[in-house]
């Protein structure tokens, strides 16, 4: 089994930097042989660094981390409001012809868990929030069988 790792990613309030998060995610995982959480992965991070960048006007962050049979992915950003449903599990849906307000709906059906908590000054650092989730790795449950 692969050994317990965690990577992280500084990240400008830039269009681009989804693009360069996508971009080492998809290195960082292939590295590690998980090439079968690529995709809902990729979509997800890249749902939740949208979001970051959209409804905030600061750095953000990605931290990607293998936790035994499964894997979390974090995203902080310098917005302190938690979006439904991180905060109280209740989402709306966006109006069908809405080409937005979908990102969060995938996070809730494919994350296997998922949650979000704010960040105050008093942990020395900008103040924000830091919206996760997790895969679980179906071939550690397939290993321990």
Not at 45 to 58: F, K, M, P, Q, V
């Amino acid at each position: 089994m692969d050994s317990l790792w965690t990577y992280s990613l500084q990240l400008p309030h830039d269009a681009g930097a989804v693009r360069v998060a996508r971009i080492t995610l998809r290195t960082v995982l292939t590295t590690h042989g998980m090439g079968e959480l690529l995709d809902p992965t990729e979509l997800l991070t890249s749902e939740l660094l949208t979001n970051a960048y959209r409804h905030s006007d600061g750095p953000s962050a990605l931290r990607v981390r293998n936790m035994a049979n499964r894997l979390r992915v974090g995203v902080w950003d310098t917005n302190p409001t938690i979006p439904p449903p991180f905060a109280n599990g209740t989402l709306r849906a966006p109006e069908p012809e809405s080409e937005q307000g979908r990102g969060l709906t995938l996070v809730r059906h494919w994350a296997d868990n998922y949650g979000g908590y704010e960040i105050g000054e008093e942990l020395g650092g900008r103040p924000g929030k830091l919206l996760w989730f997790e895969i679980l790795r179906r071939d550690a449950f397939e290993m321990a069988a």
